[in-house]
């Protein structure tokens, strides 16, 4: 009887802690998002950002998103070649390139890369009391830890995903015309017929609610990390395992949402 | 150098950015931008299932325009097309729905009218509209006939069914049968008269008409004068002239009906017409001599034999043709490969080769011969008695050619061959898998009772049409001697070498 309790009472902790942590995040993203309209923005931290979550991960980008692009063409082919339509790889891989792995993909990527750069930096200054120096010199943290970071990542994962859109198609052209030898006008034709400006922009959207989802959840689990080096670890870990999560399940209800 | 800052770099990724994004939008709205061009013009369908909005306009396949709108008026679709401001459409066009590509889509075909001037304005509306076939009345349609269908098999079956009908039709059939019977008797008791009869008919028609050709010249030359009968037809001279002849032909008959004159006695004598009879007898008797068979020319139409004769030339020749045929199609199936393998052995450094014909007479049998330059040589033993004791020296046979002669007959996967291997006795067997691509073999060979056989197994991959790669295990129970080996060899199917073959005299 007495287990069952137990049972009963952790399973209610947990459940009053997600909401918790939702309340939390939330409560942070509304003050960051105070602060953005509050007070002028910090230019300079902007572009800092920018620079370190779009610029430096265009590599990457540009590699997953070829790849992704290439693979897609392959395995496309495979399939459609069962009933002789070899001519609509094109435009599986651009629509889903597009529409999909384009965004998802690359929020990922930068999730792996800066997300979780943006938790062990500020757990790390957290831990070492660096946050609370900066309250004591009246700088409010949000407003220059935060907030840089949130507008850089909605800006650049957008940017982000153009580019890995592009090197997706283009990747998928290569395997499919150069490699698989099918019809290079009949492939493009019908990338252009099937594929709609909406695709594209309907995926920036999505990208750039991916990039608000990331940088908010590597942000909120660096600010709120507890506990020395341990603790940063752990909060890393955290902030792309949530980030990451939270990103895929976004996706499914932004993509009802649109489509 | 100033390293690039930041905001360089940020704006430049993001300029970069915004053109690629440029030139996707640009692409992929090619139809997007340019949508409001052309004029619009309406068509009423009745039913437009499955087309949609912004569906293809085609004429003769090309595309011309999109399907703008669908809505309903009165119970009807009005489809509004945008056509391309540079496409006329003739007034007496008709328009029609159409389904193209594996996905089933819909889209408008228009063809063209026929006349030419007259065109549909902005907003103007399609006269005629091709009815799409609606499935669910074709079936109806085909109810109703199959329904008719139902009816006619009845009456049928009242006219055909029943015990009366059945032995009405059953007498029927056999007297059918027994018509056909006597036909086919007939027919083939007259066979060889009605080819004569056909053969004559045509050398007949073929003189006819040669001679109304002739006749057709004589009367055209007659009718224009030339010639003795010309001028007779055509001058009265001649006429009187021919009226006196025959008149003088009919005193001279007159004179031999009563018996003046030579002809005359001839005519009326009875004497010579008796002899005249005689002698037609006498050619009966000849022909009826030759109808039973006698005489050289009696028996030539009459023997049996002879047709036996002919008949058994005629099997000959058949028989002679079957030959023939097996033959060519032996020389079809026959198959000749030449191949060359080389291995090198590591452990002794040194290489060997082989060089191979094989011949597939058959899908599944092989003969193989070949010649084997084994540097080692061969094995040989000598025996030597000095002193009462017997020593016993191995020296190995550098020079010379060692020879492989093998049959071989394969099993599903599994060829299995024997005969000489390096010019011993041995075996051979070969496993094939993967679509005879990969050939592991393993072979046996050189037998004395004093030794181990020399073994070997080795697998044989083919790389190219022509190439294959070979690795194995060489005389692997004999510990001095073995060595792992690897190597190439090269087969290929030789047609020359075959019609060689094939075409030698082959004494059976």
């Known amino acids: 009887m007495n287990r069952l309790i137990q049972a009963i009472d952790r399973f209610g902790r947990s459940i009053l802690w997600y909401v918790e942590e939702m309340g939390r995040i939330s409560l942070f993203f509304i003050s960051a998002l105070s602060w953005l309209v509050r007070s002028p923005l910090k230019v300079r931290l902007v572009f800092k950002q920018m620079e370190f979550v779009g610029v430096k991960s265009i590599f990457v980008v540009v590699l997953t998103g070829t790849f992704t692009g290439m693979v897609m063409s392959l395995q496309g082919y495979y399939g459609f070649r069962l009933f002789s339509a070899e001519s609509l790889v094109g435009s599986t891989v651009a629509l889903g390139m597009t529409r999909e792995l384009g965004p998802v993909l690359t929020a990922l990527m930068v999730t792996a890369r800066a997300g979780s750069a943006m938790a062990a930096e500020l757990g790390t200054m957290k831990v070492t009391e660096q946050i609370d120096a900066l309250y004591v010199m009246a700088a409010n943290p949000i407003r220059h830890l935060i907030v840089p970071r949130v507008v850089a990542s909605i800006a650049m994962v957008p940017a982000l995903t153009i580019v890995s859109d592009f090197m997706g198609i283009m990747g998928g052209y290569f395997v499919g015309v150069k490699l698989l030898k099918i019809n290079e006008g009949i492939f493009l034709k019908n990338i252009y017929k099937l594929v709609g400006l909406d695709d594209i922009y309907n995926g920036l959207i999505k990208a750039a609610c991916f990039g608000l989802i990331l940088s908010l959840v590597g942000c909120y689990k660096g600010f709120t990390t507890y506990g020395g080096a341990e603790g940063v670890g752990r909060a890393t870990t955290e902030a792309v395992v949530i980030a990451s999560i939270s990103i895929l399940i976004s996706d499914y209800f932004l993509t009802a949402l649109m489509f | 150098m100033r390293s690039i800052s930041t905001e360089a770099k940020v704006g430049l990724f993001i300029l970069i950015a915004l053109i690629i994004l440029g030139y996707m939008s640009f692409q992929v709205g090619e139809y997007g931008f340019g949508l409001k ?31 703008e709108k669908i809505s309903l008026v009165d119970g009807k679709a009005l489809v509004e097309l945008r056509i391309l401001p540079n496409v006329q459409v003739e007034k007496d066009a008709t328009i029609s729905i159409k389904t193209h590509g594996i996905l089933g889509d819909k889209y408008v075909d228009i063809v063209p009218g026929e006349t030419k001037g007259s065109y549909i304005a902005e907003r103007g509306q399609f006269q005629n509209v091709e009815k799409q076939a609606d499935i669910d009345k074709l079936l109806v349609e085909l109810g109703n006939i199959a329904e008719d269908i139902r009816v006619v098999t009845g009456a049928l079956r009242k006219v055909v069914g029943g015990d009366a009908g059945e032995s009405n039709l059953s007498a029927i059939i056999t007297n059918v049968k027994e018509l056909t019977a006597n036909l086919n008797s007939v027919v083939k008791a007259n066979d060889r008269k009605f080819t004569v009869l056909v053969d004559n008919l045509t050398s007949a028609s073929k003189q006819m008409e040669q001679t109304f050709a002739s006749l057709s010249e004589i009367t055209g030359k007659v009718n224009q004068g030339e010639g003795t009968l010309g001028q007779l037809v055509t001058n009265k001279g001649v006429f009187e002239k021919l009226d006196n002849t025959l008149a003088s032909i009919q005193t001279i008959t007159e004179k031999i009906n009563t018996g003046e004159g030579t002809l005359g006695q001839l005519v009326t004598n009875k004497g010579v017409f008796e002899k005249m009879d005689n002698t037609l007898a006498s050619i009966q008797t000849i022909t009826d001599k030759i109808n039973a068979g006698q005489g050289t020319i009696g028996k030539l139409v009459n023997d049996e034999e002879t047709v036996t004769n002919l008949n058994s030339s005629l099997k000959s020749i058949d028989k002679s043709m079957v030959g ?37 007479p058959k899908e599944d049998k092989f003969y193989i011969l070949g010649l084997v330059s084994d540097p080692r040589g061969r094995r040989k033993t000598y025996d030597r008695i000095t002193d009462g004791v017997t020593v016993r020296t191995e020296e190995w046979d550098r020079n010379g050619l060692l020879f492989n002669a093998q ?50 197994v080795f697998g044989e991959y083919q790389i190219l049409k022509h190439l294959y790669l070979t690795a194995g295990w060489d005389d692997f129970l004999n510990r001095d001697n073995d060595s792992l080996f690897a190597g190439f060899a090269i087969r290929f199917e030789d047609e020359d070498l075959k019609y060689l073959l094939t075409s030698a005299p082959i004494p059976k």
């Open chain 2, 324 to 360: 023939i045929n097996r033959f060519v199609s032996k020389a079809d199936q026959f198959r000749t490969f030449l191949g060359y393998r080389g291995e090198y052995f590591f452990e002794k450094s040194d290489g060997k080769s082989y060089i191979d014909v094989t011949i597939q």
């Open chain 2, 37 to 67: 061009k052309g004029y619009i013009v309406t068509a009423v369908f009745d039913n437009v299932t499955g087309l949609e909005r912004d569906a293809a306009v085609q004429i003769a396949g090309v595309e011309v325009g999109k399907v």
């Open chain 2, 407 to 456: 049959i071989g007959k394969r099993f599903n996967d599994l060829l299995l061959r024997g005969g000489l291997l390096e010019s011993t006795g041995g075996f051979g067997v070969d496993f094939f898998a993967m679509r005879d691509n990969l050939k592991l073999t393993f072979e046996a060979f050189d037998f004395d009772l004093d030794r181990d056989p020399h073994m070997k």
